[in-house]
């Protein structure tokens, strides 16, 4: 079976500075990747995600999250925060050929303080 | 666009009362999924759907939960009697692919919180 750990439960961090938020995941089987943020009181977002190719993928606010097969790593970075930034965020993996069942990590919650 | 509609927001009941959310998601999608997000956990797939039929209910608590999409649009997720242990959000989503290779996008209501007393 498929799982999804999320290292960090709260990660506060100062606005502009760095920031990772580190996601493992178990698999024997080849997995697609994703990151979804949840902003107060809305729904989950796609933020980025890696189905093949490039193991380096980008999203449109500056985060980026690196595939790492060996390591079983799907890690999510941004080098300068903003408050705005503040959201819980939530790892994701499904197998491919699954039919679309995610399976999430249990969420780090990224505050971004002045 | 509109996004996934979801209804109730909140819903306070005692235990032993029934409870239903109703969502509406994104014009097109055929593919709709019911998901539970405990406190302090990652959301749990409760049900999926392809159009109107179930195709994967096996996490659902058949003896007190049901779920139904009619028409392979808008679904209801129903608790009854509802127990302590039932207090979360309830998510639904939706999403225009089949799901068949796994690599499809979520797009998520913003949840119905359910508080049993």
């Known amino acids: 079976a498929q799982s999804v750990t999320q290292l960090d439960s709260q990660v506060p961090v100062f606005e502009e500075a760095p920031v990772e938020l580190r996601c493992n995941y178990s698999s024997s089987v080849s997995v697609y990747l994703f990151w979804y943020v949840q902003y107060p009181n809305q729904g989950l977002q796609l933020l980025l995600k890696?189905?093949?190719?490039?193991?380096l993928v980008e999203s449109i606010n500056g985060f980026e999250a690196e595939f790492n097969k060996s390591q079983t790593s799907f890690h999510l970075r941004k080098p300068s925060v903003h408050i705005s930034d503040t959201a819980e965020y939530f790892c994701a993996v499904s197998v491919r050929g699954s039919q679309g069942n995610l399976i999430f990590g249990k969420g780090t919650k990224l505050s971004v303080k002045p | 666009e509109a996004g996934v509609v979801q209804s109730p927001r909140y819903k306070i009941i005692e235990k032993k009362q029934p409870v239903a959310f109703w969502c509406n998601p994104i014009?097109?999608?055929?593919?709709l999924y019911w998901y539970r997000q405990n406190l302090g956990q990652g959301p749990e797939l409760l049900i999926r759907y392809e159009n109107e039929e179930a195709v994967d209910d096996s996490q659902l608590p058949k003896d007190r939960f049901s779920a139904e999409r009619l028409k392979g649009v808008d679904s209801t997720l129903k608790i009854q009697p509802a127990e302590l242990g039932d207090s979360a959000v309830y998510l639904c989503?939706?999403?225009?692919?089949?799901?068949?290779?796994?690599?499809?996008?979520?797009?998520f209501g913003a949840g119905s919180r359910l508080t049993v007393l």
């Open positions: 989503a939706s999403s225009l692919d089949s799901g068949a290779s796994g690599a499809n996008v979520l797009t």
């Open positions: 014009s097109g999608h055929n593919t």
């Open positions: 890696y189905l093949s190719g490039s193991t």
